[in-house]
């Protein structure tokens, strides 16, 4: 007979110690949270309570404050009553009353004035011999609201009478303002009909007006009461009134924003719930902390125990617990460690003894990127490893003659190549080819192995993916001879190009090299930034590539500077001219980037290539020179090289040789040329003139040489030598007499420019009021902003900052109102055809004029002849300059100049 089966039940669902223990934590903590909440609860609640309380008795303190208020103004009636019984204006105790009370009327009953009071005040006073304080009322249109208070009294006749005091509502509260606790407190006063009585903010806007939510306080019953209601200003509030003893029917409010009121009993209960968070918080990391210390060697021998099973070595000893229950399983598992130990190590040697060579092979191909191959000697693929994860193709593709397949053509030849080669000469094999791989992207691919087998008749070795290499070196070699940023061939491959071309002039085929500079490139980098000028730079090789053809080689050099080698033509010149035009053209149209519209345009100079030329940095010379001679002559134009351009620049080179020699040898000397003032007819002082004492041409002009010292950037050693030079010579003047010296460019540009006038000042011992500093417009374009607040310096200290040259550029209005200028020199241009012209006049009279209402010194420079002198008399202008007062002068010329300067000013009349 057959034993019956038996079905087996589903295994019980089990829980992770873990979870227990977070249940037994939350079961501990749980009447904790709740005790703590029902607190919180119980605790805000009495909070609140306390709030509405003091609430209600800041309340309850203003009311008796108004009642008192109303009580006194009873009283003052009773005493009103018994100085002027009949109600005399005249009486002389009522007189000295209305003196101290301005705002407030004194009505009689039976007066015109009654007949504008509510009638039930007057009425119920008189019924019931009382006191009465009518609701609030306005006796004419637009009045401010007010109220009144009527007492009976008998005359001293034995009449009742009836006598009223009218005053402006808002008085009842002006008395108990200062008691409020804070400044956020509203107080009201309401009538019996809701109307605000008086008010503590902005009463101007609000009395005479329905209280809001005055229903909610006749609901509330009582004489006193909380409720929330929103302001006539349309803010939350709770409210807090109290009915007035001394006027039935009325109530005083006091009015806290919820925010703060909510906010004083919220305060302290916020602390109440972070103390209790942090309490609970404390005790749920102990409970966790009491969690962890039994969880974890539990755990701990949990994971040694998978780690037995799994055979992943041998397991580390966990912790010994603290746990009696605990340390006795950990023995025990110990115990059984060796044991299992034995047993899977035997298992893992015989499974590693098996696959260790397969394992080893593909371990080595994956980890490397690697295919390991054997073929025989005619390129038959025996094995193959490693090809699925190099290419994405299966490994039988590449056997046989398969992974020909997939080699460029172009690399076959070199591996049929190397093949014979590494045979014949017995060489290991070492070639590079691409392949083709899954996704369509050609891999370069490093073989290399040697003979092997019998006779060494077949191949072993290893395939390497050098895909990255092979990149990077295409990139490295690009970047060599490229721009990264415009991507157009660098300076070493224009060179590469000219020797080409030099070498295709020798044999007749002529062409041309143009050199191109971006004129007010350094503005735009300067306002809108360099990455704005990168992005001015790639559209401008856009546009320089659309003007070429596709047989010319344009390449930038670096900066704003670009140059076209253009293939051989027939004629020359005129190609070279015509693309010149051309690109003129294109950089002189308006850029658009990001917004902004850019303006620039291209200097250009061209040199031909023929068979005369010479080397190629003589020809870049060459077009670097035609190159001065267009931005010289304007800019946005084209020159060709011309062989006197290479001789001006010897000459220029030889000048510049000469000047570092001239101030390293003290070959500069001044001369001083006098500023007379034409109404004292007195000489003020003498402006500095540089003068170049040159061993073999004579005593040079500014002319000549100054522009090429701003230029080799030696302007700022010898503009500092004049101020020197000029201090010291004027120290040895009299005190009234000044001394005028240029600043160039770049000495405003100086960031030390204050200190060093302000040195030179103190070595020659000269006051600053004695110096004058000028300074023409376009020193000023170039350096308004570096050098404004040195020049506002040194015009505190007492130099006088004047602007040289005045009318000859594009701002001069504009710099007088943006610069505090203590004197303006009207430009010599303006008086050379005063005779002739009157428009000189005109504006020489004008610029006169507005100086002096600005109160600057106007001088008019070059004044050469008599009636050029008459002519300025009649324009009064303060101060001139020129010939007709004195030619410039060495400083030992000056005391006699002084002493002749009387028959010299007769000589001019």
Same mark, same amino acid.
């Given at each position: ?55 209600? %008795? ?13 009580? %006194?103004? =009873? ?15 005249? *009486? ?20 015109? #004035? ?22 609030? $009322? ?59 009585? /008086? ?12 209280? &809001? ?59 109440? =719930? ?10 749920? $990391? ?21 780690? =037995? ?9 966990? &912790? ?97 190549? /190397? ?76 060179? #590469? ?37 990168? +992005? ?55 850029? #658009? ?41 304007? +800019?946005?134009?084209?020159? $060709? ?6 001789? !001006? ?38 402006? /500095? ?79 600053? /009021? ?55 020199? =009207? ?10 012209? *009157? ?50 002068? &060495? ?5 006699? $100049? ?5 028959? !010299? ?5």
């Amino acid at each position: 007979m057959t034993r019956p089966s038996t079905a087996q039940s589903p295994p019980p669902r089990t829980r992770s110690l873990y979870s227990r223990l977070h249940w037994l934590i939350a079961a501990a903590l749980l009447p904790l949270l709740v005790i703590g909440v029902i607190a919180i609860v119980l605790t805000a609640r009495d909070y609140r309570r306390n709030s509405e309380q003091r609430l209600q %008795e800041t309340a309850v303190a203003l009311a008796r404050g108004v009642d008192q208020g109303i009580r %006194e103004n =009873i009283n003052q009636l009773h005493l009103l009553a018994v100085l002027a019984p009949h109600g005399d204006p005249a *009486s002389p105790g009522l007189q000295a009353w209305s003196g101290n009370n301005a705002e407030v009327r004194l009505v009689r009953d039976g007066s015109d #004035e009654a007949q504008s009071l509510p009638t039930p005040v007057l009425r119920d006073a008189r019924r019931t011999g009382q006191a009465q304080v009518s609701n609030l $009322f306005s006796d004419t249109t637009g009045a401010p609201p007010e109220v009144a208070i009527a007492l009976p009294f008998t005359d001293s006749a034995g009449q009742p009478q009836v006598i009223a005091l009218v005053q402006p509502s808002n008085r009842l509260i002006n008395t108990i303002l200062h008691s409020a606790d804070e400044a956020s407190l509203l107080v009201a006063v309401v009538d019996s009909n809701g109307m605000i009585a /008086a008010r503590s903010r902005n009463p101007e806007r609000f009395i005479g007006q329905p209280a &809001p939510d005055w229903y909610k306080l006749q609901l509330n019953g009582g004489n006193a009461g909380v409720f929330e209601a929103t302001t006539k200003e349309g803010k939350g509030t709770v409210l807090a009134f109290h009915k007035l003893h001394a006027a039935p029917g009325w109530a005083l409010v006091v009015g806290e924003p919820q925010s703060s009121f909510q906010a004083r009993w919220q305060r302290p209960l916020l602390g109440v =719930i972070l103390g209790g968070l942090l309490a609970a918080i404390i005790a749920l $990391f102990s409970a966790r902390a009491i969690a962890r210390s039994i969880l974890l060697p539990i755990r701990a021998l949990a994971q040694r125990g998978r780690n =037995i099973a799994s055979s992943e070595g041998t397991p580390a000893d966990p &912790p010994t617990s603290r746990i009696t229950e605990v340390q006795s399983l950990q023995t025990s598992l110990n115990d059984s460690v060796d044991a299992l130990k034995r047993s899977a190590d035997e298992a893992r040697a015989l499974a590693r003894d098996l696959k260790v060579s397969e394992q080893r092979y593909r371990a080595v191909a994956e980890a490397g990127a690697l295919v390991l191959w054997e073929s025989d000697r005619n390129g038959q693929v025996r094995s193959v490893t490693g090809w699925r994860e190099l290419t994405g193709l299966p490994e039988q593709d590449a056997l046989g003659k398969g992974w020909l397949r997939r080699v460029n053509e172009e690399d076959l030849a070199p591996i049929e190549i /190397a093949l014979e080669q590494s045979f014949t000469a017995g060489t290991p094999l070492d070639v590079e080819f691409r392949v083709l791989d899954l996704y369509g992207k050609w891999r370069w691919l490093r073989a290399r192995g040697a003979r092997v087998g019998p006779e060494q008749s077949g191949w072993a070795g290893v395939l390497e993916d050098v895909d990255a290499r092979r990149q990077a070196q295409a990139r490295i070699a690009y970047l060599a001879q490229h721009d990264p940023l415009t991507s157009l061939p660098n300076r070493t491959v224009l060179f #590469e190009k000219l020797e080409h071309a030099l070498a295709d002039a020798r044999r007749g085929r002529h062409s041309a090299l143009l050199l191109l500079d971006l004129d007010r490139f350094k503005e735009v980098n300067d306002t809108l930034g360099h990455p704005t000028g990168d +992005r001015l730079l790639q559209e401008v090789a856009h546009r320089l590539l659309g003007c070429a053809r596709s047989n010319d080689v344009v390449a930038r050099l670096g900066g704003d500077e670009f140059a076209i080698l253009m293939a051989p033509e027939s004629r020359p010149p005129e190609a070279a001219a015509s693309l010149a035009t051309r690109v003129v053209e294109a950089l002189g149209r308006p850029f #658009e980037l990001e917004g902004h519209p850019i303006a620039i345009s291209a200097s250009i100079g061209i040199v031909l290539i023929d068979n005369l030329a010479g080397s190629s940095e003589k020809l870049m010379r060459n077009a670097d020179l035609a190159l001065y001679r267009a931005k010289e002559e304007g +800019r946005g134009c084209y020159r $060709f090289f011309e062989a006197e351009m290479d001789t !001006r620049m010897q000459l220029r080179r030889q000048l510049e040789t000469e000047l570092r020699a001239g101030l390293e040898q003290q070959q500069f000397v001044l001369h001083y040329q006098p500023l007379v003032d034409l109404q004292q007819r007195r000489v003020t002082g003498f402006e /500095a003139l540089l003068r170049w004492n040159h061993p073999q041409r004579g005593l040079l002009d500014p002319g000549q040489f100054l522009a090429l010292a701003e230029d080799i950037g030696l302007m700022i050693p010898l503009g500092d030598w004049v101020l020197r030079q000029a201090t010291r010579d004027a120290a040895h003047w009299p005190d009234e007499m000044k001394v005028a010296v240029n600043l160039s460019v770049s000495q405003l540009a100086q960031p030390d420019l204050a200190d060093t006038v302000e040195k030179a000042l103190a070595d020659a011992g000269l006051a600053a /009021a004695r110096l004058e500093l000028e300074i023409t417009e376009n020193a000023l374009i170039a350096n308004i902003q570096a050098a404004s607040s040195h020049l506002l310096r040194l015009k505190v200290a007492g130099v006088s900052i004047v602007m040289d040259d005045f009318g000859t550029g594009y701002s001069s209005l504009g710099y007088l109102r943006a610069f505090p200028f203590d004197k303006v020199k =009207i430009d010599k241009s303006f008086i050379r055809d005063l005779g002739e012209h *009157s428009q000189g006049s005109a504006i020489i009279g004008a610029v006169s004029h507005l100086c002096g209402k600005l109160g600057i010194t106007a001088t008019i420079e070059g004044v050469e002849t008599h009636s050029q002198l008459s002519q300025l008399k009649d324009e009064h202008c303060a101060e001139g300059q020129g010939y007709v007062f004195g030619r410039p002068m &060495p400083v030992e010329q000056i005391r006699a $100049f002084m002493r002749e300067w009387p028959q !010299r000013w007769q000589a001019t009349d």
